[in-house]
């Protein structure tokens, strides 16, 4: 893989706009986009100047179709998968955590570790072609950190959630917004009009409660969780996690033995 992509970010007047910029890939993260990611969401952390932060696929196919799954070709055992799920939990961790609000505009797919970054920022906003998942029972066989599934559960509803992790179902845009996962559903053609009013309200509110507010609905949605790690060492160690990855390098159907 020679593509490792980037994320960028720019910084105009008091609005962050960060990019996910590997469109050939349907902006599929790599180690070094999630690094990147990490990097930019500290320096948000730190730039009270930033009244909101703006996340976007390029290309107009994908928000993030996920973690690339080629890079999961190196991991022989369980612990590769803890040490993975512990990584992308921290990087969604800072983005909750970022002081001001958020919004995810998403054209397209929307899935895997996608989903995660989106249900993670504050707002969303979609193309009415966009689709929401997580079909990691068809295409991987690994599983979800239980925070990000907390998140899930908080932003989609469980039975909703269910659907995405247990039948690999995709959900529409028309779902998301009648669910109440969308703050607004836009053509193309009106997208980027109804970003920019959505960021001007939220850049003219209090700074303050805007954060303690998002503070307060954090830790709500992930207080008391259980431990899980044997759970995420129990999926990424079985024969059909490893099958998953042969087959999806090979372009080929895998074939689950449920070991």
Same mark, same amino acid.
């Given at each position: 893989m020679t593509d490792q992509g980037q994320v960028r970010l720019q910084i105009e007047a008091d609005v962050a706009s960060v990019l996910f910029d590997r469109p050939q890939a349907r902006n599929a993260m790599t180690w070094a986009m999630y690094e990147q990611l990490a990097a930019i969401n500290r320096q948000l952390s730190a730039d009270r100047s930033v009244r909101v932060a703006v996340f976007?696929?390029?290309?107009?196919?994908?928000?993030?179709a996920g973690t690339d799954i080629e890079q999961?070709?190196?991991f022989?055992?369980?612990?590769?998968?803890? &040490?993975?799920?512990?990584?992308?939990?921290?990087?969604?961790?800072?983005?909750?955590? @970022?002081?001001?609000? *958020?919004? #995810?505009? !998403?054209?397209?797919?929307?899935?895997?570790?996608?989903l995660a970054i989106a249900t993670a920022c504050d707002?969303?906003?979609?193309?009415?072609?966009?689709?929401?998942?997580?079909?990691?029972?068809?295409?991987?066989?690994?599983?979800?950190?239980?925070?990000n599934v907390a998140r899930l559960r908080a932003a989609l509803g469980h039975q909703r959630v269910k659907r995405m992790l247990l039948l690999a179902?995709?959900?529409?845009?028309?779902? &998301?917004?009648?669910?109440g996962f969308l703050h607004a559903m836009e053509a193309s053609?009106? @997208?980027?009009?109804? *970003?920019? #009013?959505? !960021?001007?309200?939220?850049?003219?509110?209090?700074?303050?409660?805007?954060?303690?507010?998002?503070?307060?609905?954090?830790?709500?949605?992930?207080?008391?969780?259980a431990e899980s790690e044997d759970l995420i060492r129990t999926a990424y160690g079985s024969d059909d996690f490893h099958e998953g990855v042969a087959a999806f390098v090979a372009k080929r159907p895998p074939v689950w033995s449920g070991q």
């Amino acid at each position: 893989m020679t593509d490792q992509g980037q994320v960028r970010l720019q910084i105009e007047a008091d609005v962050a706009s960060v990019l996910f910029d590997r469109p050939q890939a349907r902006n599929a993260m790599t180690w070094a986009m999630y690094e990147q990611l990490a990097a930019i969401n500290r320096q948000l952390s730190a730039d009270r100047s930033v009244r909101v932060a703006v996340f976007r696929g390029a290309g107009g196919q994908a928000f993030v179709a996920g973690t690339d799954i080629e890079q999961f070709a190196a991991f022989k055992t369980g612990e590769d998968g803890v &040490a993975y799920e512990r990584q992308i939990e921290a990087g969604i961790e800072l983005m909750c955590k @970022l002081p001001m609000p *958020t919004v #995810a505009v !998403v054209e397209g797919w929307c899935v895997g570790g996608g989903l995660a970054i989106a249900t993670a920022c504050d707002f969303r906003l979609a193309t009415p072609g966009a689709k929401f998942g997580v079909p990691i029972a068809k295409t991987l066989g690994n599983c979800l950190a239980i925070a990000n599934v907390a998140r899930l559960r908080a932003a989609l509803g469980h039975q909703r959630v269910k659907r995405m992790l247990l039948l690999a179902e995709f959900i529409g845009a028309d779902e &998301a917004l009648a669910c109440g996962f969308l703050h607004a559903m836009e053509a193309s053609e009106t @997208l980027d009009n109804a *970003t920019h #009013a959505l !960021v001007q309200r939220l850049a003219a509110l209090a700074p303050v409660t805007q954060r303690v507010s998002k503070a307060t609905l954090e830790r709500l949605a992930t207080h008391d969780l259980a431990e899980s790690e044997d759970l995420i060492r129990t999926a990424y160690g079985s024969d059909d996690f490893h099958e998953g990855v042969a087959a999806f390098v090979a372009k080929r159907p895998p074939v689950w033995s449920g070991q």
